[in-house]
Antibody
Framework: QVQLQESGPRLVKPSETLSLICGVS?????????WGWIRQPPGKGLEWIGS???????YYNPSLESRVTILVDTSKNRFSLRLTSVTAADTALYYC???????????????WGRGTLVTVSS | QSALTQPASVSGSPGQSITISCTGS?????????VSWYQQYPGKPPKLMIY???KRPSGVSSRFSGSKSGNTASLTISGLQAEDEADYHC????????????FGGGTKLTVL
C-alpha cells in the first residue's frame, strides 16, 4: 500500500524559501510512476505545482516555474519541493501525491499524503 | 480564478441523483479525454473518484459516474447518500499557457 507523508517547516517568512519533503513508504519511488506536489489555499481549490519522474525529469506549472524546484532522492525513497521568494499568497495546504502516468497523457492522482499547512508570515 | 469552472454548491435529497458540471475550453476538456474527479472531506486529502472522463478506480462505488460533452465534463452521483456530502474537484490537462494541469474551484455537495 502506497503511503506518502509530507514534512517540513510550517512557518516561512516572506521572501524566504519554502522546503518540503515527501516520504514514500510501502512502494518504490522508482517503480515507474510520477510524483507530484499540489497545494490548496485555505477555503480554495487545488493547484498543481509540479511533478517529477524517478529519472529526475520534471514538469512544472508555468505560473510557478520560475520559483519551483522538485527533486527526487531514490536512495531515500522520497522527493522534495522548494519554492523561493514566498509571499502570503503561497500560504496553503501542501500535498504530495502519486500519478501513474504523466499529466500530458491523462495523469490522475491516485494516492495522496495527508497534507501539511504552510503559513507565510513574518 | 480557476481555469475550470464549477458551481460553488449543489444539493440533493437522499436517493436522488445530482450532477456537478465542470466547464473548460477546447484547450482542455474539449480537446482531451483527460478529466478526473476528486472527492474531499473537510480536513482530509482528496480521493480519486473518476479518471479519463468515465473510468472508476477499484473500490469506488458505481453510483459515481463521469461523462463529457463538448467543453463540459460532468460527475453524476446516483442514489445520493449522506456520506456523499463533501467537496468535489474536477481536473484536466490543458495546453493553455503551455503544458499544464488545471483544477476547478471545487463544488460543495450538501445532502439535505
Amino acid at each position: 500500500q502506497v503511503q506518502l507523508q509530507e514534512s517540513g517547516p510550517r512557518l516561512v517568512k516572506p521572501s524566504e524559501t519554502l522546503s518540503l519533503i515527501c516520504g514514500v513508504s510501502g512502494y518504490s519511488i522508482d517503480a515507474g510512476d510520477y510524483w507530484g506536489w499540489i497545494r490548496q489555499p485555505p477555503g480554495k481549490g487545488l493547484e498543481w505545482i509540479g511533478s517529477i519522474f524517478h529519472s529526475g525529469s520534471t514538469y512544472y506549472n508555468p505560473s510557478l516555474e520560475s520559483r519551483v524546484t522538485i527533486l527526487v532522492d531514490t536512495s531515500k525513497n522520497r522527493f522534495s519541493l522548494r519554492l523561493t521568494s514566498v509571499t502570503a499568497a503561497d500560504t496553503a495546504l501542501y500535498y504530495c501525491a502519486r500519478h501513474p502516468i504523466p499529466h500530458y497523457y491523462g495523469g490522475y492522482l491516485d494516492h495522496w499524503g495527508r497534507g501539511t499547512l504552510v503559513t507565510v508570515s513574518s | 480564478q480557476s481555469a475550470l469552472t464549477q458551481p460553488a454548491s449543489v444539493s440533493g435529497s437522499p436517493g436522488q441523483s445530482i450532477t456537478i458540471s465542470c466547464t473548460g475550453s477546447t484547450r482542455d476538456i474539449g480537446g482531451y479525454d483527460y478529466v478526473s474527479w476528486y472527492q474531499q472531506y473537510p480536513g482530509k486529502p482528496p480521493k480519486l473518484m473518476i479518471y479519463e472522463v468515465t473510468k472508476r478506480p477499484s473500490g469506488v462505488s458505481s453510483r459515481f459516474s463521469g461523462s463529457k460533452s463538448g467543453n463540459t465534463a460532468s460527475l453524476t452521483i446516483s442514489g445520493l447518500q449522506a456520506e456523499d456530502e463533501a467537496d468535489y474537484h474536477c481536473s484536466s490537462y490543458t495546453i493553455s499557457s503551455s503544458s499544464n494541469w488545471v483544477f476547478g474551484g471545487g463544488t460543495k455537495l450538501t445532502v439535505l
